[in-house]
């Protein structure tokens, strides 16, 4: 969710041995300069991934695909910037809809904390949530099991169906 370039997607598919890597954005060149599903394709044909992937139009809260297509769902840097807490929870919701059962989403969000406002602007910090706020969006999607880590200061959030 939130391919864009197809940076993250493309790390993803080098590392796939059977199936493909899916990608959905809404390809917004306001906030990623260049970002266009030709710009990801071209990068996935430079790194020899092009054939393990396709990229796709597709707004996160209303997933293009039907109820249990996907193992994984991969997320980073896009909930947050959708406004309020009812439009998180109802994009959690679209992600776990896309999930099969026992499937896993891997939530990456920049979280409000000491260390994001010195990176953010100060009107933007008080945009992120917090970590209990992802925990509890997750929960009232529907997840079963919220479990988090902290990677180098990388807020990573691993939700299991």
Known sequence: VGSGTGRT????????????????????????????????????????VKDKVE????????????DDAFDIVTCSSVLNNLQGEKNRIKALKE????LK?????MLLEPLRNFRMFCAFTPFGVFQLGKREDWENYAGTAGFSKVRFYDEKGIPIFVLEK
């Open 101 to 105: 059962p026992k499937g896993k989403c």
């Open 9 to 48: 997607a493309i790390q993803m598919a080098k590392r796939l041995t059977t199936g493909r890597l899916v990608g959905i954005d809404v390809w917004d060149t306001m906030e990623l300069g260049g970002n266009s599903p030709e710009r990801a394709y071209k990068n996935a044909e430079i790194e020899g």
């Open 95 to 98: 992600i776990f809809r896309v």
């Open 55 to 66: 990229f796709k139009f597709g707004n996160v809260l209303e997933i293009p695909f039907g």
